[in-house]
C-alpha cells in the first residue's frame, strides 16, 4: 500500500542501509582495534605516517578562515588614516558631523578615522567592530577599505595555503586508508 507512482521504500533504501553497515563495520573495527592496542593485547604495525610522528603547521597555517581574515582585518586597521579632528578640515568630509556609527559628535582634536576611498569619518573605536565583523567595506556607502593590491594578496595568501592544506590532507587521507582493513 503506498502512493500512486511511488516505489517501493525497501528497494530505495537497500543500498543506503547497506553502505551504513559497512561503514559501522568498520568504525566497530578501528573502535576495537584501538582498545586492544590499549589493554596490550596487540601491537600496532609500523606505518610510515606512524614512523614520521605528528604531522605540525606551521604558525601560518590556519584551519581558520577567520585568522586569515582577521590578519587582513588588523592590516586594514594598521593602514587607516588617523587624524585629529578639525571642523574647518574635515567640514566636508562629514555634512553634519557626527560619527554615523555611534550618531555622537566629532569634537576638535579628537582621534578619528578618515577612510581612504569614500572620505567618509569615524571615531577609531567606532570603525573597530565593524572590521572584527570582517566587513571590509565602509559602513555607509559600501566602498571598499582595501586596495585591489591588498585584495589580490591576500586571494593569493587563501590560495597557498588551501592548496598546502589540499596535499597535506590528501596525503594523509590516503595513508589513513591504506590500514583500514589490515
Known sequence: MGLPGSSNI???VFPMLLVNIIMSIVQLKHVLHSFMQVIGFTSAPARAADLAGPVEFPDEYSFCSGLIVSELANEIRKALPLSAYNPDLHASAQ???DCPVCLQEFHKDEEVCHLPFCRHLYH???LA???D???FTCPVCRSS???EEVCRRQ???EQEISDELTVWLSSTHGSNLQGLWC
Open 10 to 12: 525497501s528497494t530505495d
Open 95 to 97: 555634512a553634519n558631523g
Open 124 to 126: 577609531k573605536f567606532c
Open 129 to 131: 567592530p565593524w572590521l
Open 133 to 135: 565583523q570582517q566587513q
Open 145 to 147: 577599505l582595501v586596495s
Open 155 to 157: 586571494r593569493k595568501r
